[in-house]
């Protein structure tokens, strides 16, 4: 659209790069003429029907989130060969769809010259026709196969030598040196960023590639070491950010319908109609929302408060190409080119352009999906942390016959969900350099009008997430630290850089704390639980600290309500992963300043963990039955008593 910001698609090296010798691949046919192959992005299954000279591709677990047009243009770029599309089909399972792709020969003989120059070397310059079939997963960069005369064997795949495969370039490591904030808070109404990113995890060093958010944010603002989620999945947390109240009071207590969550205008209209943006607005400001709002939103409702609404339509599990928008109350289609981060971004940067050349204070809260499940990468990134693998924490893979039941059930990883989980991890980061490059851009654009200095950005996520701790392939939704603490940044003027802080904080406090910075406070009917951060931003020396410090929160509540059936073990599928929505997963705990947790399950066996975290950081073994934490654990009983039903001041305990 005219006026939007656009930053130059990035190509991927990889992609352009000349193609070296070849050796040839043993793969174990599925049946006689089906061989498997996986690429980063997804997992596809290729069969090879040599008489009519069809190939054709069936993507098992992404193939049911995406449009025809999508799939199509995914092939085009998994396969260095100009395809035709012959026919779309059911399969005979009713979550795969199957694609039929006409190969010309005539197409390959003329075709791109990468495939030309990598039939001229090599042990596949054998006689037949190869085609370029995309990324194999074991490291290599493109296969091949051919056709040969063998019935037995009717295809012979190659793939490039590791060590002779093109050597993308290194991820960036050199940030912009942006300047220190200045001592002083301002005299006039400042600009409030909020990015707000998805399963983004603090614990498994998912900031690490960042690097330049860790220079605006952390070098340049305050970290809390200590932020957690009060509710470890997406829409409930989401909620509370936006209200400023626990899921049992917000009312969005899980993803589902059921839960008052999965279609923004029916999570509680009257809380609704008291989140923040209201109340920012009133307060003189231009209010944008980009990205992801909660799950799931119509195509016409604009959510109470935003001056500009761009929101995400579905939940984009699988793909950042080629989604839909809530776009002022009208469908955006966007295009299959169109990388999600950088479409969020772009429409960020036009809302925040006009309301500085409009000498107007903004609010923008920016939330890319990434890095969401399954991350697609920042484009030009598909090269980067090949040899990276998820973090081999303590609990990695850990038997845990002392946990609640849908932990303890779980089987060792399998050779292939650890690959996947190593896999999804990459990605992960991949991802996150496109929203690294997001807060670039936009930092970049204020700076132009000389705003940072008048300008308060915040950084976190709606909840963390896991990797193969516990035997749990991947997800969110349990009551580990892997799960429940988040990075959490802010940077201003008056805000000291460089600074952690050990406090609890937690999303319930970042409607009261953007409304103190922006000169006002949640209505009384906003009813919010949490508490402003300002006091702890804001205390000036150490002895003001020190004293802000004593009087904040002593004990934080988390809770998750599950729904549905008896939940299952993960099993080795196309996800690896385990189910999180079942009931006996139904939990509320307690994590103290002393550095004890404490969980109890609504469950048949009304299960109990408690963890000491000082000495126990990765919740390895669970105190609850220890004789000699007796005390501390009906101490803790009681905590949790007081707040699973708290409701403002009484979820407070200094």
Not at 199 to 210: C, I, K
């Amino acid at each position: 659209q005219v006026g939007e910001h656009r930053r130059p698609r990035r190509e991927n090296p990889a992609h352009n790069a000349p193609f070296v010798s070849l050796v040839p691949l043993e793969i174990a046919p599925l049946s006689s003429h089906t061989f498997s192959f996986t690429h980063s992005r997804c997992v596809l299954s290729r069969s090879f029907q040599s008489p009519s000279g069809l190939l054709t591709l069936s993507e098992l677990p992404l193939r049911s989130h995406l449009s025809d047009q999508h799939f199509v243009s995914l092939l085009r770029r998994f396969c260095c060969v100009n395809i035709m599309v012959d026919r779309l089909h059911s399969a005979t399972t009713a979550t795969m769809a199957v694609a039929v792709v006409m190969l010309a020969a005539a197409a390959h003989a003329q075709g791109p010259q990468q495939c030309v120059k990598a039939l001229s070397s090599g042990d596949c310059k054998a006689t037949g026709q190869f085609v370029c079939i995309g990324t194999f997963l074991e490291g290599s960069t493109f296969g091949f196969c051919k056709q040969t005369s063998d019935a037995k064997a009717p295809w012979q795949c190659c793939r490039l030598k590791p060590a002779d495969a093109p050597s993308p370039p290194a991820p960036p490591r050199i940030a912009p040196s942006y300047p220190l904030p200045p001592t002083k808070r301002p005299t006039s109404k400042p600009n409030i960023i909020l990015f707000l990113t998805d399963d983004e995890d603090y614990r498994l060093q998912s900031l690490a590639v960042m690097n330049t958010t860790k220079e605006l944010l952390i070098k340049g603002g305050t970290l809390f070491e200590n932020y957690r989620v009060v509710l470890p999945i997406c829409c409930p947390s989401r909620v509370s950010i936006l209200s400023g109240r626990y899921p049992h009071n917000s009312g969005a207590m899980s993803n589902t319908p059921a839960g008052w969550c999965s279609v923004g205008k029916y999570w509680k209209g009257p809380g609704q109609n008291v989140s923040l943006p209201t109340y920012i607005q009133k307060a003189g400001y231009a209010t944008g929302i980009f990205g992801k709002e909660l799950n799931v939103n119509d195509d016409s409702y604009i959510s109470p408060g935003w001056d500009r609404f761009f929101v995400l339509g579905g939940t984009s599990e699988g793909h950042y190409y080629a989604d839909w928008f809530n776009d002022q109350g009208q469908r955006y289609n966007a295009k299959p080119s169109e990388y999600m981060t950088d479409l969020i971004s772009n429409r960020a940067q036009t809302f925040i352009e006009g309301a500085l050349q409009a000498s107007k204070p903004f609010f923008a809260y920016v939330a890319p999906h990434a890095p969401h499940t399954r991350a697609s990468p920042q484009p030009g990134t598909d090269g980067y942390f090949q040899d990276w693998k998820a973090p081999r924490a303590p609990s990695w893979n850990l038997s845990s016959p002392d946990k609640h039941w849908l932990v303890r059930v779980q089987k060792p990883l399998t050779p292939r969900c650890a690959l996947g989980s190593d896999s999804l991890y990459q990605n992960r980061l991949r991802a996150l350099l496109g929203v690294d490059q997001m807060i670039q851009d936009i930092v970049n654009l204020i700076m132009k009008h000389d705003q940072l200095d008048n300008t308060y950005i915040l950084y976190t996520s709606d909840h963390g997430f896991h990797l193969g701790e516990f035997q749990m392939p991947y997800f969110k939704g349990q009551p580990y630290e892997t799960d429940l603490r988040v990075p959490f940044m802010i940077r201003g003027p008056g805000i000291a850089p460089g600074r952690v802080l050990p406090s609890f904080a937690a999303e319930i406090d970042l409607a009261p704390t953007i409304a103190e910075l922006a000169g006002t406070k949640p209505p009384p009917e906003a009813v919010v639980d949490g508490h402003s951060l300002v006091p702890l931003l804001f205390s000036g020396d150490n002895a003001t600290e020190l004293a802000a410090t004593a009087a904040w929160r002593s004990d934080l509540l988390f809770e998750f309500f599950a729904g549905g059936h008896l939940g299952q073990p993960a099993v080795d599928g196309p996800y690896c992963r385990h189910p999180i929505m079942s009931w006996n997963n139904t939990y509320s705990g307690v994590v103290t300043t002393d550095g004890f947790k404490y969980v109890e399950f609504n469950d048949t066996e009304s299960f109990v963990e408690m963890y000491d975290l000082n000495a126990d950081p990765w919740e390895i073994s669970n105190l609850a039955k220890d004789a000699a934490h007796a005390g501390k654990r009906a101490e803790l009983q009681a905590k949790l008593g007081k707040l699973r039903n708290c409701a403002q001041d009484t979820c407070w305990s200094p």
